[in-house]
Protein backbone atom coordinates (compact mmCIF):
# COMPACT_ATOMS: atom_id res chain seq x y z
CA UNK A 1 0.00 0.00 0.00
CA UNK A 2 2.59 2.67 -0.80
CA UNK A 3 0.09 5.02 -1.59
CA UNK A 4 -1.86 5.09 2.03
CA UNK A 5 -0.42 6.79 5.27
CA UNK A 6 -0.62 5.13 8.59
CA UNK A 7 -1.41 7.24 11.59
CA UNK A 8 -0.65 5.61 14.86
CA UNK A 9 -1.60 7.63 17.62
CA UNK A 10 -0.75 7.43 21.39
CA UNK A 11 -0.24 9.65 24.42
CA UNK A 12 3.29 7.53 24.35
CA UNK A 13 3.71 8.53 28.28
CA UNK A 14 6.73 7.01 27.67
CA UNK A 15 6.67 5.00 24.58
CA UNK A 16 6.89 0.91 25.32
CA UNK A 17 7.68 -1.96 23.46
CA UNK A 18 3.60 -2.70 23.71
CA UNK A 19 3.16 0.27 21.38
CA UNK A 20 6.07 -0.47 18.97
CA UNK A 21 5.35 -3.60 18.78
CA UNK A 22 2.24 -3.01 17.93
CA UNK A 23 3.51 -0.44 15.50
CA UNK A 24 5.53 -2.89 13.35
CA UNK A 25 2.77 -5.52 13.03
CA UNK A 26 0.34 -2.90 11.87
CA UNK A 27 2.57 -1.57 9.73
CA UNK A 28 3.61 -5.06 8.03
CA UNK A 29 -0.34 -6.28 8.14
CA UNK A 30 -1.21 -3.29 5.87
CA UNK A 31 2.08 -2.92 4.21
CA UNK A 32 2.87 0.23 4.62
CA UNK A 33 5.88 2.33 3.89
CA UNK A 34 4.26 5.77 5.23
CA UNK A 35 4.01 4.89 9.06
CA UNK A 36 3.58 7.78 11.55
CA UNK A 37 3.24 7.24 14.98
CA UNK A 38 1.59 10.71 16.05
CA UNK A 39 1.52 11.65 19.83
CA UNK A 40 -1.14 13.79 21.24
CA UNK A 41 -0.73 17.37 22.39
CA UNK A 42 -1.24 18.31 25.47
CA UNK A 43 -4.73 17.64 27.94
CA UNK A 44 -5.60 20.47 29.23
CA UNK A 45 -6.31 18.78 32.85
CA UNK A 46 -2.97 16.92 32.43
CA UNK A 47 -1.70 15.25 36.05
CA UNK A 48 1.74 16.99 37.10
CA UNK A 49 3.19 13.27 36.98
CA UNK A 50 3.02 13.15 33.33
CA UNK A 51 5.72 14.54 30.58
CA UNK A 52 5.27 17.17 28.80
CA UNK A 53 4.51 17.07 24.99
CA UNK A 54 8.49 17.76 24.29
CA UNK A 55 9.20 15.10 26.35
CA UNK A 56 6.86 12.44 24.88
CA UNK A 57 7.99 13.45 21.98
CA UNK A 58 11.55 13.20 22.23
CA UNK A 59 11.03 9.74 23.92
CA UNK A 60 9.69 8.72 20.75
CA UNK A 61 12.04 10.18 18.68
CA UNK A 62 14.05 7.79 20.61
CA UNK A 63 12.86 4.83 20.12
CA UNK A 64 12.56 4.94 17.23
CA UNK A 65 15.51 6.74 15.86
CA UNK A 66 17.29 3.64 14.57
CA UNK A 67 13.99 2.85 12.91
CA UNK A 68 13.19 4.78 9.61
CA UNK A 69 10.23 2.65 8.45
CA UNK A 70 8.50 4.96 11.44
CA UNK A 71 8.58 8.58 11.60
CA UNK A 72 7.21 10.84 14.21
CA UNK A 73 4.63 13.62 13.30
CA UNK A 74 5.19 16.05 15.92
CA UNK A 75 2.04 18.32 14.21
CA UNK A 76 -0.40 17.88 17.85
CA UNK A 77 3.04 18.60 19.89
CA UNK A 78 3.46 21.89 18.12
CA UNK A 79 0.25 23.19 18.71
CA UNK A 80 -1.35 24.97 21.99
CA UNK A 81 -3.79 23.40 23.91
CA UNK A 82 -5.55 20.32 22.80
CA UNK A 83 -5.74 18.16 20.25
CA UNK A 84 -8.70 17.11 18.18
CA UNK A 85 -8.17 13.40 16.05
CA UNK A 86 -10.69 15.30 13.66
CA UNK A 87 -8.30 18.83 13.27
CA UNK A 88 -5.48 16.34 13.22
CA UNK A 89 -6.73 14.24 10.74
CA UNK A 90 -8.21 17.07 8.66
CA UNK A 91 -4.63 18.39 8.73
CA UNK A 92 -2.97 15.76 7.25
CA UNK A 93 -5.52 15.47 5.00
CA UNK A 94 -4.88 18.78 3.51
CA UNK A 95 -1.53 17.53 2.27
CA UNK A 96 -2.39 14.48 1.25
CA UNK A 97 -4.63 14.81 -1.79
CA UNK A 98 -6.49 11.82 -1.96
CA UNK A 99 -4.30 9.29 -0.36
CA UNK A 100 -5.67 6.21 1.47
CA UNK A 101 -5.39 7.21 5.56
CA UNK A 102 -5.52 4.82 7.99
CA UNK A 103 -6.25 5.55 11.50
CA UNK A 104 -4.78 3.02 13.54
CA UNK A 105 -6.15 2.33 17.15
CA UNK A 106 -6.72 -0.22 19.81
CA UNK A 107 -9.85 -2.09 21.01
CA UNK A 108 -10.47 -0.04 23.64
CA UNK A 109 -10.06 3.59 22.49
CA UNK A 110 -12.67 1.82 19.08
CA UNK A 111 -14.89 1.00 21.64
CA UNK A 112 -15.14 4.65 22.65
CA UNK A 113 -15.00 6.28 19.53
CA UNK A 114 -18.21 7.57 19.73
CA UNK A 115 -17.00 9.80 22.94
CA UNK A 116 -14.32 11.65 20.03
CA UNK A 117 -14.86 14.90 19.20
CA UNK A 118 -16.84 14.86 16.14
CA UNK A 119 -16.58 11.48 16.16
CA UNK A 120 -18.52 10.96 12.91
CA UNK A 121 -16.16 12.74 10.32
CA UNK A 122 -13.45 10.55 11.53
CA UNK A 123 -15.09 7.85 8.87
CA UNK A 124 -14.94 10.94 6.12
CA UNK A 125 -11.26 11.33 6.82
CA UNK A 126 -9.94 8.28 7.22
CA UNK A 127 -9.91 4.70 7.03
CA UNK A 128 -9.96 3.17 10.85
CA UNK A 129 -7.93 0.05 11.45
CA UNK A 130 -9.12 -1.67 14.84
CA UNK A 131 -6.16 -3.46 16.52
CA UNK A 132 -8.07 -6.57 17.95
CA UNK A 133 -6.46 -9.43 20.77
CA UNK A 134 -7.70 -12.43 19.97
CA UNK A 135 -10.06 -12.52 23.17
CA UNK A 136 -10.98 -8.78 22.71
CA UNK A 137 -14.52 -7.83 22.75
CA UNK A 138 -15.99 -5.56 20.60
CA UNK A 139 -18.71 -3.48 22.72
CA UNK A 140 -20.18 -0.47 20.65
CA UNK A 141 -23.01 1.55 21.49
CA UNK A 142 -26.11 1.71 19.18
CA UNK A 143 -24.99 5.01 17.04
CA UNK A 144 -21.39 3.55 17.10
CA UNK A 145 -22.79 0.20 15.79
CA UNK A 146 -24.70 2.01 12.78
CA UNK A 147 -21.65 3.91 12.03
CA UNK A 148 -20.02 0.76 11.12
CA UNK A 149 -22.15 -0.89 9.58
CA UNK A 150 -21.47 -1.68 6.13
CA UNK A 151 -17.46 0.21 6.51
CA UNK A 152 -16.49 -3.16 7.80
CA UNK A 153 -13.94 -4.58 4.81
CA UNK A 154 -11.74 -8.15 5.72
CA UNK A 155 -8.53 -7.31 3.50
CA UNK A 156 -6.29 -4.56 3.83
CA UNK A 157 -6.07 -4.02 0.10
CA UNK A 158 -9.78 -2.92 0.12
CA UNK A 159 -8.79 0.26 1.75
CA UNK A 160 -6.94 1.23 -1.00
CA UNK A 161 -10.07 1.65 -3.06
CA UNK A 162 -10.98 5.01 -1.43
CA UNK A 163 -9.48 7.41 0.88
CA UNK A 164 -11.53 7.21 3.83
CA UNK A 165 -14.55 5.03 5.44
CA UNK A 166 -13.54 1.61 5.98
CA UNK A 167 -12.84 0.08 8.88
CA UNK A 168 -10.48 -3.07 9.24
CA UNK A 169 -10.27 -5.20 12.32
CA UNK A 170 -5.97 -6.32 12.60
CA UNK A 171 -4.72 -9.20 14.62
CA UNK A 172 -1.54 -7.62 16.36
CA UNK A 173 0.13 -9.34 19.46
CA UNK A 174 -0.80 -7.04 22.51
CA UNK A 175 2.40 -7.24 25.09
CA UNK A 176 0.97 -6.68 28.84
CA UNK A 177 2.60 -3.50 28.99
CA UNK A 178 0.79 0.09 29.41
CA UNK A 179 1.96 3.31 30.11
CA UNK A 180 0.35 3.63 33.46
CA UNK A 181 2.69 0.64 34.81
CA UNK A 182 6.00 2.00 34.08
CA UNK A 183 5.16 5.49 35.41
CA UNK A 184 4.54 3.47 38.80
CA UNK A 185 7.27 1.49 38.55
CA UNK A 186 9.46 4.01 38.24
CA UNK A 187 7.92 6.78 40.63
CA UNK A 188 8.02 3.81 43.55
CA UNK A 189 11.90 3.23 42.76
CA UNK A 190 11.27 0.14 40.84
CA UNK A 191 12.87 -1.08 37.18
CA UNK A 192 11.26 -0.80 34.14
CA UNK A 193 14.05 -2.21 32.07
CA UNK A 194 13.14 -4.42 29.42
CA UNK A 195 9.78 -3.11 28.96
CA UNK A 196 10.65 -0.02 26.87
CA UNK A 197 13.53 0.88 25.18
CA UNK A 198 17.31 1.49 27.02
CA UNK A 199 17.47 4.91 25.09
CA UNK A 200 13.87 5.94 26.57
CA UNK A 201 15.16 4.68 30.43
CA UNK A 202 18.09 6.87 29.61
CA UNK A 203 16.06 9.96 28.49
CA UNK A 204 13.51 9.42 31.91
CA UNK A 205 16.77 9.60 33.87
CA UNK A 206 18.53 12.56 32.42
CA UNK A 207 15.24 14.46 33.33
CA UNK A 208 14.01 12.78 36.03
CA UNK A 209 10.48 12.26 34.47
CA UNK A 210 7.90 10.42 36.58
CA UNK A 211 10.04 10.42 39.46
CA UNK A 212 8.79 10.91 43.09
CA UNK A 213 12.47 11.40 44.84
CA UNK A 214 13.95 7.89 45.58
CA UNK A 215 16.92 7.12 44.15
CA UNK A 216 16.19 4.19 41.20
CA UNK A 217 18.06 1.18 40.18
CA UNK A 218 18.02 0.70 36.53
P1 LIG B 1 -1.67 4.59 29.53
O1 LIG B 1 -1.29 3.41 30.37
O2 LIG B 1 -1.01 5.88 29.95
O3 LIG B 1 -3.16 4.71 29.30
P2 LIG B 1 -0.99 3.11 27.12
O4 LIG B 1 0.17 2.25 27.49
O5 LIG B 1 -2.33 2.46 27.00
O6 LIG B 1 -1.03 4.36 28.08
P3 LIG B 1 -1.34 4.89 24.84
O7 LIG B 1 -0.29 5.89 24.50
O8 LIG B 1 -2.60 5.37 25.43
O9 LIG B 1 -0.61 3.82 25.77
O10 LIG B 1 -1.65 3.96 23.59
C1 LIG B 1 -1.53 4.34 22.25
C2 LIG B 1 -2.03 3.22 21.36
O11 LIG B 1 -1.23 2.05 21.58
C3 LIG B 1 -3.48 2.81 21.62
O12 LIG B 1 -4.10 2.56 20.36
C4 LIG B 1 -3.37 1.53 22.42
O13 LIG B 1 -4.46 0.66 22.17
C5 LIG B 1 -2.07 0.94 21.89
N1 LIG B 1 -1.39 0.16 22.93
C6 LIG B 1 -1.07 0.57 24.16
N2 LIG B 1 -0.44 -0.41 24.86
C7 LIG B 1 -0.38 -1.46 24.03
C8 LIG B 1 0.14 -2.80 24.15
N3 LIG B 1 0.72 -3.22 25.27
N4 LIG B 1 0.04 -3.62 23.09
C9 LIG B 1 -0.54 -3.20 21.95
N5 LIG B 1 -1.07 -1.96 21.76
C10 LIG B 1 -0.98 -1.11 22.78
Known sequence: MARAIGIFGGTFDPVHFGHLRAALEARELLGLQDFRLLPSGTPPHRSV???????????????????????VDDRECRREGRSFM?????????GAGDKPLILIIGQDAANGLD????????FELAHIAIMRRPDSQTSW???????????????????????????????????AISSTDIRQRIKDGRSARFLLPDAVIDYIEQNRLYFAGQPRKG
Open 141 to 175: SPALQAQMKGRLVARAHELLKQPAGSVLNLQVTQL
Open 115 to 122: RWHEWQSL
Open 86 to 94: TDTLADIRS
Open 49 to 71: TMASSQHRLAMLRQAVAAYPEFS
